[in-house]
């Protein structure tokens, strides 16, 4: 269980395109995914927290017009690089959490479970 | 920034010999996880300590925990080509809504 998956798994896009990213929780429900972007040889950095049916909070440093992230199901979604540049290119990687009053250790220990990415490369 | 640091950046050990990795954070944590990434793919969860936890076993994995240190380490016994990976360390903070923050990462080489 708790499977996460993320649509394409890899693009490329000429500049000044806008690219989308699915992710989906196959077998759950989630309020609650991560968007996370890591340059080659790099960390996960947290983009933002995507949260149903409200506006996604940024962390410090990240467009929010740059990147809109759009939440409109339990089970979807969907981060859009808008005017991709060269400088965009990288791997984006989502997850999801199992929404609260959930049984279980994962859920008590906010775990959370990683889609496979999607490397994007702007040429 | 509040990245973690792990040490080593990289480490590259014989099939057989064990593995050993470092993390160190910089503030209160609920818990501290532990994640394996192949080049190029997605995270494969590993195992969680909970802040209230000094050592986890799963396998042949072995994690600590040292909340006074803050700091953490992930042994990799009798080491195959297979594990051949990034590891990366996330801590959960308290009052960050369950955000996780992510260490630097040790690329582990394992030859035959």
Same mark, same amino acid.
């Given at each position: 269980?708790?499977?996460?998956?993320?649509?394409?798994?890899?693009?490329?896009?000429?500049?000044?395109?806008?690219?989308?990213?699915?992710?989906? *929780?196959?077998?759950?429900?989630?309020?609650?995914?991560?968007?996370?972007?890591?340059?080659? $040889?790099? *960390? @996960?950095? @947290?983009?933002?927290?995507?949260?149903? !049916?409200? $506006?996604?909070?940024?962390?410090?440093?990240?467009?929010?017009?740059?990147?809109?992230?759009?939440?409109? +199901?339990?089970?979807? +979604?969907? @981060?859009?690089?808008? *005017?991709?540049?060269?400088?965009?290119?990288?791997?984006?990687?989502? +997850?999801?959490?199992?929404?609260? !009053?959930?049984?279980?250790?994962?859920?008590?220990?906010?775990?959370?479970?990683?889609?496979? !990415?999607?490397?994007?490369?702007?040429? | 920034?509040?990245?973690?640091?792990?040490?080593?950046? %990289? /480490?590259?050990?014989?099939?057989?010999?064990?593995?050993?990795?470092?993390?160190? #954070?910089?503030?209160?944590?609920?818990? /501290?996880?532990? #994640?394996?990434?192949?080049?190029?793919?997605? /995270? &494969?969860?590993?195992?969680?300590?909970?802040?209230?936890?000094?050592?986890?076993?799963?396998?042949?994995?072995? &994690?600590?925990?040292?909340?006074?240190?803050?700091?953490?380490?992930?042994?990799?016994? %009798?080491?195959?080509?297979?594990?051949?990976?990034? #590891?990366?360390?996330?801590?959960?903070?308290?009052?960050?809504?369950?955000?996780?923050?992510?260490?630097?990462?040790?690329?582990?080489? &394992?030859?035959?």
């Amino acid at each position: 269980g708790a499977v996460v998956s993320q649509h394409p798994s890899w693009v490329i896009c000429k500049s000044g395109t806008s690219v989308k990213i699915e992710c989906r *929780s196959l077998d759950f429900q989630a309020t609650t995914m991560f968007w996370y972007r890591q340059f080659p $040889k790099q *960390s @996960l950095m @947290l983009m933002a927290t995507s949260n149903e !049916g409200s $506006k996604a909070t940024y962390e410090q440093g990240v467009e929010k017009d740059k990147f809109l992230i759009n939440h409109a +199901s339990l089970t979807l +979604s969907t @981060l859009t690089v808008t *005017s991709a540049h060269p400088e965009d290119s990288s791997f984006y990687i989502c +997850s999801a959490r199992l929404p609260p !009053g959930t049984s279980g250790r994962a859920a008590s220990y906010n775990e959370q479970f990683f889609g496979p !990415g999607t490397r994007l490369t702007v040429l | 920034s509040q990245q973690g640091e792990e040490d080593p950046q %990289a /480490l590259s050990i014989q099939e057989g010999e064990n593995a050993t990795m470092n993390c160190s #954070y910089k503030t209160s944590i609920n818990n /501290l996880q532990w #994640y394996r990434q192949n080049s190029g793919r997605g /995270l &494969v969860h590993l195992i969680l300590i909970r802040s209230n936890e000094r050592e986890k076993h799963s396998g042949r994995l072995r &994690v600590t925990l040292d909340t006074s240190k803050k700091s953490s380490s992930l042994l990799i016994t %009798a080491s195959r080509a297979a594990d051949t990976a990034s #590891y990366f360390c996330a801590t959960d903070a308290t009052g960050t809504a369950s955000k996780l923050t992510f260490g630097t990462g040790t690329r582990l080489q &394992v030859t035959l």
